[in-house]
């Protein structure tokens, strides 16, 4: 059984900010949803105020129960931001296809994607992060966690480790073919959809690996 079916969540909470305006049926505010999409990217990009303007960084996330997790340097001045208080932005998009229509005007892509809006909390319970940090290395693969080395007393403590509540928050995708003008479907152009998808290679091992003593 999964965290998720162990716990029910409250629902994600819809205001004006996080609502879709532009092709609302696209839209869903169900935590399922939601989830899914932030469970199948690894990529986000935080945006906040920092003195006085905007800054935005990709970073690698992952999500545990209601929450997202992000982790980096206390040096980083954008986190140093979100320790103050500041408001995050949070985007993620995942591309699932090009749409190729019989017009210039109806080309398209299929995708999904994930907006959250939310202030950051500071994991400063050793326990929890060293359970989030762990949770960081499994993610990338199950069970990785017991065979690397644990985080050193230093690494720790040069480590922020910040959570984002999934409260606020609304997914938007798009999927099928291309939707052309009536007047278009005759015309001798190709059209349908180029399916784009994650894969990973086989792992190419590090030239400095040492044999086994």
């Keep these: 059984m999964t965290d998720d079916a162990k716990q029910k969540f409250p629902p994600i909470v819809q205001t004006p900010r996080n609502t879709v305006q532009r092709l609302s049926r696209r839209a869903s505010y169900d935590r399922d949803v939601i989830n899914a999409i932030l469970d199948d990217a690894y990529v986000a990009v935080i945006s906040a105020m920092v003195e006085g ?7 690698y996330y992952w999500r545990s129960g209601d929450e997202l997790f992000v ?5 980083n001045a954008l986190f140093e931001a979100l320790l103050k208080g500041e408001e995050a932005c949070l985007t993620v ?6 749409v190729m229509a019989r017009s210039a005007f109806h080309h398209s892509m299929n995708y999904r994607s994930v907006v959250v809006y939310a202030r ?5 319970d050793e326990k929890e992060k060293m359970a989030a940090l762990k949770h960081s ?15 050193s007393e230093a690494e720790l403590r040069g480590t922020l480790v910040l959570a984002f509540p999934i409260s606020e928050a609304s997914a938007k995708a798009r999927s099928g073919g291309p939707v052309d003008d009536p007047e278009d479907y005759g015309l001798p152009v190709w059209a349908g959809v180029i399916p784009c998808k994650i894969a990973f290679d086989e792992g190419v091992e590090d030239p400095n690996t040492q044999p086994p003593i």
């Design 53 to 59: 303007t905007v800054r935005a960084q990709p970073i």
């Design 71 to 75: 982790h980096g340097s206390r040096h």
């Design 93 to 98: 998009a995942l591309l699932d296809g090009l």
């Design 120 to 124: 950051a909390r500071a994991v400063t």
């Design 137 to 151: 290395v499994d993610r990338l693969s199950p069970g990785r966690s017991a065979e690397v080395r644990k985080p």
